[in-house]
């Protein structure tokens, strides 16, 4: 865990509690923790999960890896250290929006079992849902556009996930997508049947 270098400070609650923003939301937060190999369709499972939640009139929002990788985590590289500290960075902004009762999904391919297990401990419980986006490495390799792979395999990228860096996979995970032969709209209803049978679309 990294050691906070702050002193002398105070969390400060508010007079709106996490209740009073789901009630108003009719709905749970929570945060859709997507992990997977590089081109395992997890981004592409959230941006349509987002959309299908807002046709419901849910609030969501996506926290996409490359994307915050502009910004957030724009001075963090690939190494086993800074993957840990991309990792805990974006669990604690998934933890902030779950209790502003919004259904985050974060799409990372956070290959480390401990670095999830930790975002899973920051949160209460039933607020983290850890899916696995499965799908086989040649599988991923095929739907390669940007040609990710070859380089990793030529050694132009270093520490590439599946290739010269461990995946590990999560061994209990709420729910496994298998997205080796699903469809996009197969994988979305798996995730909103989960939510729907769970309650989190309901405050």
């Not at 929002?61 to 990788?69: A, E, F, P, S």
Request: net charge negative; charged share 30%.
């Amino acid at each position: 865990m990294t050691e906070s270098r702050s002193t002398h400070i105070t969390w400060h609650a508010g007079e709106v509690s996490r209740a009073d923003r789901e009630k108003i939301l009719g709905q749970r937060g929570a945060t859709i923790w997507l992990t997977g190999l590089s081109g395992s369709g997890k981004s592409t499972i959230a941006v349509a999960t987002e959309k299908r939640l807002l046709e419901k009139g849910r609030a969501s929002y996506v926290l996409d890896g490359d994307n915050i990788r502009h910004g957030l985590n724009r001075n963090l590289g690939f190494s086993p250290e800074d993957r840990t500290e991309n990792i805990r960075r974006i669990g604690e902004v998934a933890k902030l929006f779950t209790d502003a009762g919004i259904l985050v999904l974060t799409s990372f391919i956070s290959p480390y079992r401990a670095d999830r297990d930790a975002v899973r401990a920051l949160m209460e419980n039933g607020d983290f849902v850890e899916v696995h986006v499965a799908a086989s490495l040649e599988t991923c390799e095929r739907r390669d556009v940007k040609g990710l792979y070859a380089k990793a395999r030529a050694g132009e990228i270093p520490e590439f996930t599946g290739i010269s860096a461990p995946y590990e996979k999560p061994l209990e995970p709420e729910l496994e997508i298998d997205t080796n032969e699903r469809s996009v709209d197969e994988c979305v209803d798996q995730v909103m049947q989960y939510l729907e049978e769970r309650g989190y679309l309901s405050a």
